[in-house]
T-cell receptor, first 114, second 114 residues
Framework: EAGVVQSPRYKIIEKKQPVAFWCNPI?????LYWYRQNLGQGPELLIR????????DSQLPKDRFSAERLKGVDSTLKIQPAELGDSAVYLC????????????FGPGTRLTVL | GENVEQHPSTLSVQEGDSAVIKCTYS??????FPWYKQELGKGPQLIID?????GEKKDQRIAVTLNKTAKHFSLHITETQPEDSAVYFC?????????????FGTGTRLQVTL
């Protein structure tokens, strides 16, 4: 089966510009996660969706970050405006907690803000 | 919230030797402890996990032990091979859905030398 797909893989932007990341989870997975991974650190959860509902967005900086998961499948994470400190790898993961605890991660999008 | 500490940050072993990575967690309610392997340019991949009702789990050359009283768990890799070189993350989670919110450690860079 196809894994979690993310695009783009790399993005370089200047500060104050907007940026968007896209994620296509594994087919049938009801839960989708967005993580941010700073250099040399573990992933940190930004937001978790169960189907279309954002059930945990407590770590999402809502002044500049937004996310949506239309129809409970694909998801988009947006930053507007980007700041220097937003440079990181943004990881998307999905799971089907009806059957397994395992979270399957995509390859991530490496964002560089200049 | 949960806090996970991981040691060591880097580990170098010779091929065929064993490697041990240790993690401690702070929240006694945590009940699921996965280990992820992350290769360069890729997302983390689950290699083994353990629930709080189990003290030890083994899968070929990989084993995980859990001490709930001390709130620590460890990853053991025996007969290491060059392809084991990667960054390893421990994580902990709690909640109705056991993998609902993973808190990751800071990672251990394992290098297996010939």
């Amino acid at each position: 089966e196809a894994g979690v797909v993310q695009s783009p893989r790399y993005k370089i932007i200047e500060k104050k510009q907007p940026v968007a990341f896209w994620c296509n989870p594994i087919s049938g997975h009801n839960t989708l996660y967005w993580y941010r991974q700073n250099l040399g650190q573990g992933p940190e959860l930004l937001i978790r969706y169960e189907n279309e509902e954002a059930v945990d967005d407590s770590q999402l900086p809502k002044d500049r970050f937004s996310a949506e998961r239309l129809k409970g499948v694909d998801s988009t994470l947006k930053i507007q405006p980007a700041e220097l400190g937003d440079s990181a790898v943004y990881l998307c993961a999905s799971s089907n907690w009806d059957t397994s605890n395992e979270q399957f991660f995509g390859p991530g999008t490496r964002l560089t803000v200049l | 919230g949960e806090n996970v500490e991981q040691h060591p940050s880097t580990l170098s072993v010779q091929e065929g030797d064993s490697a041990v990575i240790k993690c401690t967690y702070s929240d006694s309610a945590s009940n699921y402890f996965p280990w992820y392997k992350q290769e360069l340019g890729k997302g983390p991949q689950l290699i083994i996990d353990i629930r709080s009702n189990v003290g030890e789990k083994k899968d070929q050359r990989i084993a995980v032990t859990l001490n709930k009283t001390a709130k620590h768990f460890s990853l053991h890799i025996t007969e290491t091979q060059p392809e084991d070189s990667a960054v390893y993350f421990c994580a902990a989670s709690f909640g109705r859905v056991t993998a609902s919110k993973l808190t990751f450690g800071t990672g251990t860079r394992l290098q297996v030398t010939l």
